[in-house]
């Protein structure tokens, strides 16, 4: 049996992945796999969330992202966050400022990076805690100081309110002295 479809590949200039539209008579064909999808894709399951702000989609519902352009600079990733979040954030830079002199600020994967040759590490604000990203050797390494931490590969979750800078500082220095980085 030979199955020919017309497909069309479309790709949405904000989203990392294309989809294939098919017809429906592909259902005869694929059986219930297809029907599940198309009863997705058809409105059956509200799988997808768009934001009212910017019109971008994403899987989950009130998915944390910016609307419109993206931060160019680490000042202007700090002011576009909410301001009780911003002391914190101004004080985790200072601390990695400190620690790597001689790397150079950029914006990364969309957040504050230190660089010098490769990443070193990146750190992001989220709602409840801001992520320090030094790589998944600096928390194997870090184990035993990270115990009071949620801690998952390469990401460290530090609360608000409770930056330990001399932390900070150390796995900093460790992640560029090592080479281990993000």
Known sequence: ME???NEE????KDMDAAYVEAPHDIKGFFGGIVEGVLQERDGGKASMWKCPGCGRVFKK???????GEKPKTVDEYILSQDADKQEDLRYIRQVLQRALPEAEERISWSMPTYWKEHNILHFAASKKHIGLYPGPEAVIHFAEELQGYKTDKGTIRIPYGKVDAALV???AKWCWQTGNHA
Request: some cysteine; glycine content about 6%; aromatic content about 6%.
């Open 169 to 171: 500082e150390k796995i």
């Open 9 to 12: 590949m479309l790709q949405n």
């Open 61 to 67: 519902k009130g998915q944390s992202h910016y609307c």
């Open 3 to 5: 199955l020919k479809l």
